[in-house]
Structures are given as C-alpha cells and as structure tokens.
C-alpha cells in the first residue's frame, strides 16, 4: 500500500477518535446539570414533606388555641348558668352551652384528623429522606464517575492530538491537502473505504477502472461522488481446510 495512503487510513482513524473524545467532554457538563437536577428534585420531595408537615402543625396549633378559647367560654358558661334566675335566661344559656360544646367536639374530630395526617407525614417524611440519601448517593457515584471519564478523555485527547501531529509530519503536503479539502464539510470524514465497486460512504457506484485502480491501492484516489479519498481491503484469505 501507498505509504501517504496507508498513513491518511490511520490519520482518519485518529480524526475520528478525536471527535469522538471532543464530543462527549463536551456532552459531560450537561450530564452533571442533568445530576444537579435529580438532586435538587430529591431535595425538594423532602422539602415539600416538611412543608406539608409545618402547615398540620400550624393548624393543630390554631385549632388547640380555639379549642381552649372555647373551653374557657364554656366554663364561664356554665357558672353563669347558676346565677340565672328566669327560665328563659336558662333556656339561652343552655344553647351556648350546647353550641360550645358541639364546637368543641367538631374542633376535637379535626384534632383527630391532623394527627393522623401527621402520623402519615411522618411516614412520608421518612420515605422522602431515604429515597433522597439513596439518590444522594448514587449521584455522588455517578459524579466521581464523569470526572473520572472527563479526565481519562482529556489524556486520551492529548495523546491522540500528539500522535496526529506526528503523523501528519510523515505525509506529503500534496495528500495532506487533498485530505484536508475533502473532509472540509463531511463532519471530517476524508477517507473511505471502496466494497463491491461502491465508495462506502456516499454509496454511489466507482467506475470500473477507478475502482480497480482504487483495489491496487497504489495511489491517492478520490471518490468522483463525494470526493474522499478510496481504499481497498482485500478480502481475509479464507483458512485452509483439514483435508487440504
């Protein structure tokens, strides 16, 4: 093979790798956004317990306040109903009497109401908690793990950058060029491989004597189509048999 040509094939290959590792450094930083958000969300779950929580303790403490506001009208009540002295103030103060207490008792049912939705927040408050420190820590996970890839990409890249700059200083400017012009706008991809007399990238059909010429892979040539520049891979010599 063509030293240029057989150089331009890894000098692709490296193109790639580097695009590849550029790509997804470049993905990384949304993935962590993406992590800070499933944090911030597991936070919030736990927030909005506790809010749920703060809000039945505010109105239990409403509630006990009106209860013992109302305890302390009954009581008054009721020693006022021993000084009445006509069976119609009797009769009056009978009624607030039963109206404190049926207000009492409804204040009471509510009482009862809160502290089982306390019990169930309380409940719930746990549940958020765990599932936050579980989400907490897998994120922590996952975090470590990005660095890790972000810094072993950076190294990869360095290296394949330094490997590229000594690969290019082995190819002629000619195809040097001729590599640079016909990846310019195709995503970088500057050479292709020629299969069943087609260019595999743009899939149109070589011309018989281009292809053939491309198989002898002797020297730099482009695709008419897409303009790349043409390998060949000469099909695996197939193993010799038992019998033979």
Known sequence: MLPDLQHLIHLQELDSAIDRAKRR??????VQEALESRSA?????????KDRI???NTSRREIEREVAAVQGRLSKYKDQLMAV??????QAMQTEIATAEGLVRSHEDRLLDLMEAGEEESG?????????????????????????EKANLEAELTRLTGERAELGAQISKESLAIFERAGHGRKGIAVA?????????????LRPQIFNDVRRNAAIIQCESCTRILYYVPPAASAPTAQS
């Open 54 to 56: 703060a809000a039945t």
């Open 124 to 148: 719930d408050l746990k549940a958020a908690e765990a599932a936050m420190t579980s989400e907490q820590a897998a994120i922590v996970t996952e975090q470590k793990a990005l660095d890790t």
């Open 193 to 205: 491989e020629a299969k069943d007399g087609l260019c595999t990238v743009c899939h149109v059909r």
């Open 85 to 90: 002295k006509t069976n119609k103030e009797y």
């Open 41 to 49: 969300t597991s936070a919030a779950a736990v927030q909005a317990v």
């Open 25 to 30: 450094i470049a993905e990384i930083p949304g």
